[in-house]
């Protein structure tokens, strides 16, 4: 996730990439998506795979993927995430996702797995994180 | 927005000096506030620093906190290595969150480059084995994102008894975890086979795991928890007791499984589909599940299912194409389950609400799936036409995934496409890079015989007004196809002008030389080419390739030029002052290429016999470009000199018209290249025997080659290197009767090959090898193809063969002729590969051709 400046906001690798080489990459796939108008599509080819991108007020995220993967699923999938974000945060602004970071990190891992899509249904994906809240109260 | 702008800067905390640490709230708000880069990497640094003590003095109960703050910097791309030990640490410590964050840590910074991370594999195994379900969850998610393979194989037997543990919620995890391992350890696909289709067949028989009941324990404490509210109790599987703390707090059951668990059937089917892609074994294995597969989907269709997993109306859309992916594995090169599926499609296809993303993703999964199986034709169609609507959407996205099927598809189905062109030719406007090339490459994959004018016309206007870095790929997609499919060479001269003066800039090399030798064998359009050559001259000499044209055909034509009547386009008058002035100016100008000038002079050399008045002009010009500092130009010019003055009486022979150049066909550039290094291995050779006047023009052009440049420009004259290269064509006679005895290498019920094979004597290297497809069976062959592969030393050109269907009962039978060049006498050997239809069959054949005569490469 990137806004608009460029700033990364969350990244999650399902590959090894070299830490040096991840900054370039991120550069560069923000490059690519910031200079995309509205006109264009969101799939974009970067080098041997591909991109999907949606824009979300100021907030980019973007998925890269191997040629495999249907894209216009991925592009679905983005959207369940944000709305499952959306859910836990009760209207996730992007500063809400700075914040709390870490949260977002265990909704990302219980949605994907390895690259794999684990779970779409956001009452099941929340309850862990609900479940640690609680906790962390209590 | 703004509020919280406010409300953050009045907490904007001081730089501190010595301070208990931060939570990591504030370290975000100070890297926030820092202004420039320099003060970021400062206050990165001054927390590191605290990090790095912190972690020295092994402050356990901060720890975490620490580490999250460390991950943050290092998702900021700061180095963050010391933390390894730390999630080392972490991961083994007691504390939930400790945990959390020490396997967020692990999956971070280790990876399997560092040795460190062996060290976390005690831990998950405790963890594994515990029976925790958040931490095995968290172990298994640390394990799949960053396991390597010793720690996969050390740790498969604790995730296959997970992979039957009743809780769906370790389960789905666990079988994704699975999934990695096998693409780190492919050996383990055995261990995770069996499992799979017992976890189908569970799922498939609506075997209700019930209501699990969840052990969630925050490590210090155990919570019992009993599921759900009242609506959702169903029987009580396990229960579970303990004697410590027991908290019982109803809330949404995130944990049951009502009578299927997408989640699990999810991560079931990704792990077959695994299992499928790496060994074929499996493969086979799984095809008897495909009736379960359909009928599981059928069900996700038809019954508008649960609310649970809909998105926007579609029911579990991530799960259907997950499905539909793996049906697709299953099911290519494969008729039998090809066949149980096509309903199933057919049915997917048809109700799939197609308002939404959701919807059209599943479709468009629909139609790979589709096109990659063994599917009815009227399901082809079928597909297509999804495509063909989809690409009429007013989602750019959707019509991207569509332009690019139908690229694939264009080559299996093409006359389904083509109902689509006009669509399709309508989306070369689009404003999106991407979707217009995608558009431009479809358009000239679908250009054929019928449609080629009109197609050319909107492909002509697009080349105008397309981006440049299309532009190359569409004039030489243009060039090419006006190849294959011109209808009369005059259409073909004026389309190739027409992109020379659009975007000379952009064409390949070679298209020079196509150009001169089709104009060349076109006799009767040499006055009508040579004129609008001129015009198109005369208006503008800075596009290259055009220059190089006009000249050279200024040069061969230029009587023509002069007579000044021509019926195809209105008669002008042309002087020949003014046509040396034009060639003047070519050789002056700046914007010409070394190789242009070349063209010019030479043409301007021709115009000395083909003009008739006095040649004082033109040999002025060449004695000013003798002491050029060209040294290719220079030397070009002493010889035309040289021509003049001593040589004058053979000028004329030398400089009359060119031989025409011989070609193979217009798809000859696969093998017009192939004899072009063919051509280079015998012009070593001695000089073909013709007239003296081209072999004068020989030596001439091949001391323009040995003074060549080093770039690759287009041959600079292109007939006598031409007639070298071609000269392994011109056997358009029939080749002297072969010693060498004929060979039968197939035989199958009743089709027959037969090979024979010719050497002719003038070219030693050379073998005609003509193969001769005979049917005497009672049922046609059709679409007989028939391809060759010889080993590397050899070369290798195919001929188009004469027809691709033999008729029965002793039809016409096919024949086609191989060229082989074998410079080095290397052993011959030849594989051949067949296919035909024969009695409503198709028919693949592969095969050495063994036997060979010793004769044939010796």
Not at chain 2, 88 to 93: E, M, T
Not at chain 2, 326 to 334: C, P, Q
Not at chain 2, 455 to 460: D, F, P
Not at chain 2, 779 to 784: E, H, K, M, R
């Amino acid at each position: 996730m990137v806004n608009k400046q460029g700033q990364t906001r969350l990244s999650k690798y399902y590959e090894h990439v070299d830490i040096n080489k991840r900054t370039l990459l991120e550069t560069e796939v923000i490059k690519s998506c910031l200079s995309r108008s509205n006109e264009q599509c969101s799939f974009i080819e970067y080098k041997d795979f591909k991109l999907i991108y949606r824009q979300y007020a100021a907030l980019f995220i973007v998925v890269g993927v191997n040629d495999t993967e249907n894209e216009m699923a991925i592009y679905e999938f983005i959207h369940n995430f944000v709305e499952v974000l959306d859910e836990y945060f009760s209207r996730v602004v992007s500063l809400m996702i700075m914040f709390n970071l870490d949260k977002v990190h265990i909704i990302l891992d219980e949605m994907v797995l390895n690259g794999c899509i684990v779970e779409t249904n956001r009452a099941r994906i929340l309850a862990p994180l609900l479940i640690l809240d609680k906790m962390s109260e209590s | 927005m703004p509020g919280q702008r406010v409300f953050l800067h009045s907490r904007t905390l001081p730089v501190r000096m010595v301070a208990p640490s931060l939570k990591l709230q504030d370290l975000i708000e100070e890297i926030r506030g820092a202004k420039t880069q320099a003060q970021e990497r400062e206050v990165i640094q001054k927390e590191c620093a605290h990090i790095r003590a912190s972690f020295r003095d092994g402050d356990p109960v901060h720890r975490h906190r620490q580490l999250a703050k460390l991950l943050y910097v290092h998702m900021l791309g700061y180095p963050a290595h010391f933390g390894q030990m730390e999630c080392l640490k972490l991961i083994a410590s007691s504390r939930f969150t400790d945990k959390r964050v020490g396997y967020l840590g692990a999956m971070l910074l280790l990876d399997e480059r560092h040795d460190a991370h062996l060290l976390i594999t005690n831990s998950i195994k405790n963890d594994l084995s515990q029976g925790i379900q958040p931490v095995q969850g968290l172990a298994l998610c640390t394990l799949s994102t960053m396991g390597s393979a010793e720690m996969c194989r050390d740790l498969a037997p604790e995730v296959e008894k997970l992979l039957l543990q009743p809780s769906p919620y370790v389960r789905k995890k666990a079988i994704l975890t699975a999934v990695h391992m096998i693409r780190k350890v492919p050996e383990l696909s055995s261990v995770f086979l069996p499992p799979c289709v017992h976890l189908l067949h569970e799922r498939h028989h609506g075997k209700a795991v019930g209501l699990p009941i969840l052990c969630f324990s925050s490590v210090d404490r155990r919570i019992e928890n009993r599921m759900g509210t009242p609506a959702h109790r169903r029987r009580v599987a396990h229960t579970h007791r303990h004697t410590r703390n027991r908290l019982s707090c109803p809330w949404p059951p995130p944990f049951t499984s009502p009578t299927l668990t997408p989640g699990i059937l999810l991560g079931t089917i990704t792990l077959i589909t695994e299992l499928c892609e790496r060994s074929p074994a499996a493969l086979k294995h799984f095809r008897k599940v495909v009736p379960q597969l359909v009928q599981i989907l059928r069900t996700l269709v038809t019954t508008g299912y649960s609310t649970e997993h809909s998105i926007s109306g579609v029911s579990d859309p991530f799960l259907q194409v997950q499905i539909l992916r793996l049906l697709r594995i299953l099911g290519r090169n494969h008729e039998e389950s090809s066949e149980t599926m096509n309903d199933l499609l057919a049915q997917v296809a048809t109700n799939t609400d197609t308002s939404r993303n959701a919807g059209n993703a599943v479709l468009f999964e629909t139609v790979l799936t589709i096109m990659d199986i063994h599917s009815a034709a009227g399901l082809r169609v079928l597909a297509v036409n999804i495509l063909g609507r989809f690409l009429l959407n007013s989602d750019r996205n959707i019509r991207y995934v569509a332009l690019t099927s139908l690229l694939r598809l264009v080559q299996s189905d093409h006359s389904a496409v083509q109902r689509h062109r006009p669509t399709v030719v309508d989306c070369l406007q689009e404003t999106d890079a991407s979707l217009s090339r995608r558009a431009l490459e479809l358009s000239l994959a679908l250009v054929n015989s019928s449609n080629v004018r009109a197609m050319m016309q909107e492909l002509q206007a697009f080349l105008e007004s397309c981006p440049p870095d299309l532009r190359a790929d569409c004039a030489s997609g243009i060039l090419l196809a006006a190849e294959r499919f011109a209808p009369t060479k005059r259409w073909h001269i004026d389309t190739i002008l027409h992109v020379l003066t659009t975007a000379g800039t952009h064409v390949r090399d070679d298209a020079v030389a196509n150009l001169t030798q089709l104009i060349g064998g076109a006799q009767e359009l040499h006055a009508y080419s040579v004129r609008r050559l001129y015009n198109a001259l005369a208006e503008d000499i800075s596009q290259q390739p055009l220059v190089q044209v006009a000249a050279w055909c200024i040069g061969e034509y230029g009587d023509l030029l002069l007579e000044g009547n021509c019926e195809e386009i209105e008669p002008l008058q042309v002087d020949e002052e003014e046509v040396l002035a034009l060639l003047e100016k070519v050789l002056q100008s700046h914007m010409s290429l070394p190789a242009t000038r070349g063209y010019a002079l030479t043409a301007l050399m021709k115009l000395s016999t083909r003009l008739q008045g006095d040649n004082n002009r033109i040999r002025q010009v060449v004695s000013i470009y003798r002491s050029c500092l060209d040294v290719e130009l220079q030397q070009r010019a002493v010889e035309y000199d040289t021509l003049f003055r001593k040589y004058d009486h053979m000028r004329a022979a030398i400089l009359e018209k060119m031989p025409l150049v011989e070609r193979d066909g217009p798809q000859a550039d696969e093998e017009a290249k192939q004899s072009k290094e063919a051509a280079q291995l015998s012009e070593a050779a001695p000089a073909p025997t013709e007239s003296q006047a081209s072999q004068l023009l020989d030596l001439l052009d091949l001391l323009d080659r040995a003074s060549g440049d080093a770039q690759h420009p287009p041959p600079l004259d292109p007939s006598p290197g031409g007639a070298l290269v071609y000269l392994l064509d011109l056997p358009c006679a029939p080749p002297p009767p072969a010693p060498i005895p004929d060979l039968k290498v197939f035989e199958r019920e009743g089709v027959q090959l037969n090979l024979s094979f010719i050497r002719p004597p003038e070219n030693p290297a050379l073998l005609l090898i003509t193969i001769t497809a005979t049917n005497s069976s009672e049922g046609d062959v059709t679409n007989f193809i028939c391809q060759a592969a010889v080993p590397k030393s050899l070369q290798l050109q195919l001929q188009a063969p004469s027809g691709n269907t033999v008729p029965a009962r002793g039809g016409l039978p096919i024949t086609q002729l191989f060229r082989i060049l074998n410079p080095n006498k290397a052993p011959l050997r030849l594989k051949l590969r067949l296919t035909y239809n024969h009695f409503h069959q198709s028919v693949q054949e592969i095969f050495e051709v063994n036997n060979l005569p010793v004769e044939s490469w010796q």
